[in-house]
């Protein structure tokens, strides 16, 4: 009792909140499969309102698979930090010992493993409905591993701010949309760029700064936004 | 366990003029209070008297309020870390994720203080021995407030805040957690809960948020004007 230090080190609490949601995003699997089956309807949906002509599509391909990647991110961001608002996990952490930044970072994390990571993996059989040529495939999925993990840092920031409205979902859109056209103009650019058979290195590079930028500020800023949220 | 001569002098956590006010309508001000170790403080006060924003305020979940808390001789906002480590606040939310099962859910804070009680140990103090690996969805209300409960068993904390630690709770439940507090309280530890049970806790405190009404002070100083138009209708 006369040790006053919080014991626990900033990895444990890591790997617990890292563990903890991951084992809840498992129960929910029907939050999980959402974004993409938001991602794989919409993606189909474009070669029967469009065109089914193979040049067309192929034209188009880079930038629909991205718009939609953007999208279904987008629809999974509410619940984010949504139940643990509502259940007062989300107090919790907040007054807890361990760093709140590290707390974040985890949720992000779980977030990006959960939504960003099957839409970046689903993204090349989308690509090949909608024939994608074939030097698009590998930027397709580079682009949008770095792409989607920014967006889930950068979401966070829209999601926590939002949090304690009961209906901030147009909100958080309106947030989060300006600041992920940057990362929708770098990707779709990479890949639309490798299929025309350039250099897609400046693309890349980018997107690999926007996501260094975001892993360092994003969880700062969503701290903030929680603390804010939760002040009332 | 032993307390130095320095820190039995010392509060452990004091309040000196606090004041909290919610949507723009101060709740209570002027609130003193000296918590030395072993305290017990029950919280009172009408609904709405602003007993949860006090605690949520002492947490340090919200900053709202004016005036000082001091920890250890410490302000606050500045001593939050060393505060956070030696706390343990309980919310009317129970902080309990229904999908995961007590153990699961309890591992996650277990993590947070690192405390060195086990899991099962806490789960059976709290009467949910068997239960560890059903999933919090299928508890009662009673049972998930015990979940939240066996926090306390697995904190090493010795500032506890318990916002209604009895509701939905029966009457052995009411009767152990009280034990439980005054084991804390014999530890040196501060226990400070709101309740409208009667406690039967021979150390404990009683502070009426009703006595820090604003509207009571300018009842003294005015003629009773402002307690006709805008406490009473709101507090009745």
Redesign the interface.
């Known amino acids: 009792?006369?040790d006053?230090?919080?014991?626990?080190n900033l990895w444990?609490?890591f790997?617990?909140?890292f563990?903890?949601d991951l084992?809840?995003a498992a129960?929910?699997k029907a939050e999980l499969t959402n974004p993409l089956v938001f991602f794989l309807i919409a993606v189909t949906l474009i070669p029967l309102g469009v065109s089914p002509e193979k040049s067309v599509l192929a034209l188009l391909a880079p930038g629909i698979v991205w718009v939609m990647a953007l999208l279904a991110t987008l629809l999974s961001l509410d619940g984010l930090f949504r139940?643990d608002y509502?259940?007062?996990?989300l107090?919790?952490m907040?007054?807890?010992?361990?760093s709140l930044y590290f707390t974040v970072m985890a949720k992000v994390l779980v977030h990006w493993l959960v939504s960003g990571l099957p839409v970046t993996l689903l993204a090349p059989l989308l690509g090949l409905m909608l024939s994608l040529p074939v030097n698009g495939y590998f930027p397709l999925l580079v682009s949008l591993a770095l792409g989607t993990a920014s967006m889930s840092l950068i979401g966070a920031v829209g999601a926590a701010l939002t949090v304690s409205l009961r209906k901030g979902g147009l909100l958080l859109s309106l947030i989060v949309m300006p600041l992920y056209i940057p990362v929708l103009i770098f990707g779709a650019s990479a890949v639309q760029t490798a299929v025309q058979g350039g250099e897609i290195g400046m693309q890349l590079a980018v997107l690999g700064a926007f996501l260094a930028l975001a892993i360092v500020l994003a969880p700062i800023a969503t701290v903030g936004a929680l603390?804010i949220s939760?002040?009332? | 366990m032993t307390d130095s001569g320095i820190e039995q002098a010392l509060p452990l956590l004091e309040l000196r003029d606090l004041s909290c006010e919610r949507d723009e309508r101060l709740l209570f001000s002027g609130l003193d209070l000296r918590l030395l170790s072993g305290d017990v403080v029950q919280i009172g006060g009408p609904n709405g008297a602003g007993k949860t924003t006090l605690l949520r305020a002492l947490a340090g979940i919200s900053t709202d309020y004016l005036g000082q808390i001091l920890y250890a001789g410490q302000e606050l906002p500045a001593a939050v870390w060393e505060f956070a480590g030696d706390s343990l606040y309980l919310g009317h939310l129970p902080g309990i994720k229904k999908a995961l099962t007590p153990a699961e859910n309890l591992e996650w804070y277990k993590a947070q203080s690192g405390a060195a009680v086990s899991i099962d140990a806490a789960l059976n103090a709290v009467g949910l021995y068997g239960y560890e690996d059903t999933p919090c969805y299928q508890l009662s209300a009673g049972q998930l407030r015990r979940v939240a409960l066996a926090r306390l068993h697995l904190s090493r904390a010795r500032v506890w805040i318990l916002d209604e630690p009895f509701t939905a709770i029966d009457k052995l439940g009411v009767s152990q957690l009280e034990a439980l507090i005054a084991k804390q309280s014999a530890n040196g530890g501060v226990v400070i809960l709101t309740s409208h049970q009667d406690l039967t806790l021979p150390q404990l405190r009683i502070v009426n948020l009703h006595d820090y009404r604003p509207n009571v002070r300018t009842n003294q100083t005015k003629n009773g004007f402002e307690s006709l138009t805008d406490g009473d209708a709101y507090h009745g």
């Open positions: 009792m006369v006053k230090v919080p014991s626990a444990g609490g790997a617990a909140s563990r903890r084992l809840v129960r929910h139940s509502d259940d007062g996990s107090e919790q907040l007054i807890s010992p361990q603390r939760t002040n009332g």
